[in-house]
């Protein structure tokens, strides 16, 4: 048959002639949308369905070859790991001028934490606590991921992850349900800006819903298996906050839950993501998703396997290929009807309008804007602004600062003059080559004259001792020793799990061996994950956490250790003292039988302390901050009435700081056991010397509530504690009593699963 070739111009006037109203307004995207879908053959509807990657970058297991093929022949609606104006726009005049309808692609790509311009790991600006940090530095990489041609990020991941041996705890906030919340929503906003119509701003994708972060073992894909309680308490909140953010889209996590993959499971993509939580954007698979289900045993070939995805809502395949060559055959069975195929593609269609491409298909492919909006100065400085509320400061007795003006310094370890690990794994469009390593900071910190000495003592991932011996030499000749040690940016993100969660290598030996010459010896961590480093802890007088900071890292780094700014940063995970602990995290049970160390029969190890090496919300400062006595506005509260909670934070130190006062909650008596302790509140205070706030806090009956015994969501009456600290450990406390259960309307009555 010949091919009816509708161009593009006329399929637009088409649509565009139904619209009296302005371009994209709500109403006339459904029916411009309609009067597209319905020029449709089942083959295109596939075909929009389809997400390829190209093959620029590789970011799983398979590349198709010809995909740009597909696109001429109408069977790709998405496009990923493509970019640059040039190369985005020659792709889309595929598209556009070569298929039957013109119906332009959408262009993805995992812009994670800066586009170009790279900013700290996730799990590094969550450790600023900084929302507004953080929510600048989505902005930023929205105005230059937009400004390369870029439609749409796999962006944020918000699973929560308390496994450290689990790569991915890198790309997220860390333990937290109520801080990954809050990071998430903040990280949508930064992406979306004032909405995806507008041409710096991209479509967001919250992700891996739902629950990845728990795989089993923290091994990465492995099994999820949890309680719907757990799961609504603790893995789903950040989902459904960047939902009510408005992410525009969604991504399935490769993880089964409950014995079905989130790419089919229906009770995640539709009783709960739609039904409960109203989302409208569509929901994208993850990286050959449909395709491991044949892995998973769920489905028995790939026609189940399609069929099972696009009916439990999810609308978009990426990489596998299944949705274009099994939906037109099942449609025409009837196992797949015309009416399930065109709400998915309703959904990808209004995101493509939404964002303006039926009007321009090109308007992100603008070569111009790509010149003049990549790589600003001010895009710089706030990846060095962020990078620095990123860094936390473990341990310091007394010998950080440093002088500018020391005589010499020896820089010892792997890591030290590495700009590649700088910017962290996930790096997407970045460039190692034009990050600031430790070393570049370190060197224009200090005066001239300052001799800055180096050497890298060992690598970072091998045992061998043969370079320690330079080192020690070095360390020598120095008046203070600054140590980088780490992982490689390659050891976390996807694919990374560790079973050891110790420095890699013969790091720990060389930190041994400096520590042996006497001299001062300062500790710099990279990593993408919480480490066990008793040993450093306890031994090496200043520990720094400094993640992966990005593009300006060593700048930002030189500015904590030279004193230019006073360390804020406070850890969104908990540091186990030992892989054996994991998982561990701060908001634990009680048990029956809590630790004691006076009674065998209680909950402890023989071997290791149950306690962790560094707590979550943990960091220190150069100064010191006192907090007094937690006061409430009331002993007792009822129904509906909320609660103030005020502590005063002193700095009794001599230098100007910034604190985050943490605001935690104990329910002493639930129907079912609550969590020792429950984040719940922080703020972030700055303080010069002798300066005091009184930091105050509102608990409200929400804060107070948790899916109760049956299911329903609300507060219980009882006794309360509170607490008020630098982190989840050292706190103040308070105690009130709920004298009634208020009638909550917002009590939601979980889903019973109809899997
Ligand atoms: C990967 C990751 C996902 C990413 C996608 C596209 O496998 O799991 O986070 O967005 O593929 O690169």
Request: glycine fraction near 8%; aromatic fraction near 10%.
């Amino acid at each position: 048959m010949k091919k009816l070739v509708i161009p593009f111009l006329f399929c637009t006037l088409l649509v565009s002639c139904n619209t009296e109203r302005s371009a994209r307004s709500g109403d006339s995207i459904d029916s411009r949308v309609d009067s597209v879908l319905k020029l449709m053959t089942v083959e295109e509807k596939a075909g929009q369905l389809t997400l390829y990657t190209s093959d620029w970058d590789v970011t799983g297991p398979s590349i198709r070859a010809g995909y740009q093929e597909d696109i001429k022949a109408g069977k790709v609606g998405a496009v990923f790991n493509a970019y640059g104006a040039k190369y985005t726009r020659q792709l889309q005049e595929i598209a556009v001028k070569e298929t039957r309808l013109g119906i332009p692609l959408l262009f993805g790509y995992d812009v994670i934490h800066g586009h170009k311009t790279i900013f700290p790991i996730p799990i590094g600006e969550a450790s600023s606590w900084d929302l507004e940090a953080i929510e600048r530095s989505a902005r930023v990489a929205a105005e230059e991921a937009s400004a390369d041609g870029l439609h749409w990020t796999f962006a944020p991941m918000v699973d929560i992850s308390r496994d450290p041996r689990w790569g991915r705890v890198m790309e997220g906030a860390g333990e937290d349900t109520y801080l990954g919340s809050l990071i998430g929503a903040a990280r949508v906003k930064g992406f979306q800006g004032n909405g995806i119509s507008e041409i710096n701003s991209v479509a967001a994708c919250v992700k891996h819903f739902a629950a990845y972060g728990a795989s089993q073992a923290g091994r990465d894909y492995h099994t999820v298996d949890m309680s719907d309680r757990v799961l609504r308490e603790v893995y789903l909140p950040p989902y459904k906050a960047a939902v009510d953010a408005g992410a525009a889209t969604v991504m399935t996590s490769f993880n089964e839950l409950d014995g079905t993959p989130a790419t089919a499971n229906k009770y995640l993509m539709d009783d709960i993501l739609r039904k409960e939580w109203g989302f409208q954007g569509f929901v994208v698979t993850d990286y050959t998703s449909i395709m491991e289900m044949l892995n998973h045993g769920n489905v028995a070939d790939s026609a189940e396997a399609a069929a099972a995805t696009i009916k439990s809502g999810v609308d978009m395949d990426m990489q596998a290929g299944f949705f274009q060559y099994e939906l037109p055959q099942l449609v025409k069975d009837g196992k797949v009807s015309e009416a399930e195929l065109n709400t998915a593609v309703r959904r990808v269609l209004r995101i493509k309008f939404q964002m303006g491409l039926f009007d321009d298909p090109y308007r992100y492919s603008d070569e111009q804007r790509e010149k003049s909006t990549i790589g600003k100065p001010e895009f710089k400085e706030a990846s060095r602004d962020v990078a620095r509320k990123s860094i936390v400061l473990l341990k310091n007795n007394g010998v950080l600062p440093l002088s500018k003006s020391v005589k010499t310094i020896a820089l010892i370890g792997p890591l030290g003059k590495s700009r590649l690990d700088m910017i962290g794994a996930w790096s997407a469009a970045g460039k190692g080559d034009s990050a600031v390593s430790i070393f570049d900071g370190i060197r224009a910190k200090v005066s001239p004259s300052t001799r800055v000495l180096y050497a890298k003592g060992c690598n970072v991932n091998d045992d061998s001792t043969k370079y320690f011996g330079e080192a020690v030499s070095l360390a020598r000749q120095a008046d203070i020793v600054i140590m980088s040690v780490g992982e490689a940016a390659w050891m976390s993100g996807e694919a990374s799990s560790r079973g050891i969660l110790d420095l890699p290598g013969a790091q720990q030996k060389l930190v041994e061996e400096i520590h042996k010459t006497g001299k001062p010896v300062v500790v710099l961590l990279s990593n993408g994950r919480p480490l066990t480093i008793p040993w450093i802890d306890k031994n090496i007088p200043a520990v720094v956490e400094t993640w992966y900071l990005g593009t300006q890292a060593g700048h930002a780094i030189a500015d904590v250790l030279f004193g230019d700014y006073n360390p804020s940063g406070k850890l969104p995970v908990t540091f186990p003292y030992s892989v054996g602990q994991v998982p561990i995290f701060y908001s634990a049970k009680n048990t029956g039988r809590p630790r004691d160390p006076n009674n065998k029969y209680s909950s402890k190890y023989l071997d290791i302390p149950n306690d962790p090496l560094y707590p979550f919300g943990y960091g220190l400062s150069y100064t010191t901050f006192e907090y007094g006595e937690v006061n409430l506005s009331a002993g007792e509260v009822s129904a509906n009435q909320n609660l103030s909670v005020t502590c005063r934070i002193t700095n009794s130190g001599s230098l100007s700081g910034t604190e985050t006062v943490q605001l935690y909650i104990r329910d002493m008596v639930g129907s079912v056991t609550r969590p020792l302790k429950e984040l719940k509140g922080f703020q972030q205070v700055k303080l010069g010397p002798g300066e005091f706030k009184d930091v105050v806090f509102t608990l409200t009956p929400e804060d107070l509530s948790f899916y109760r015994k049956d299911m329903t969501f609300g507060p219980e009456a009882g006794r309360f504690k509170v607490f008020v600290g630098p982190n989840s450990r050292d706190v103040k406390e308070g105690e009130f009593e709920l004298t009634d259960a208020p009638k909550m309307e917002f009590q939601v009555k979980a889903m019973k699963k109809d899997l």
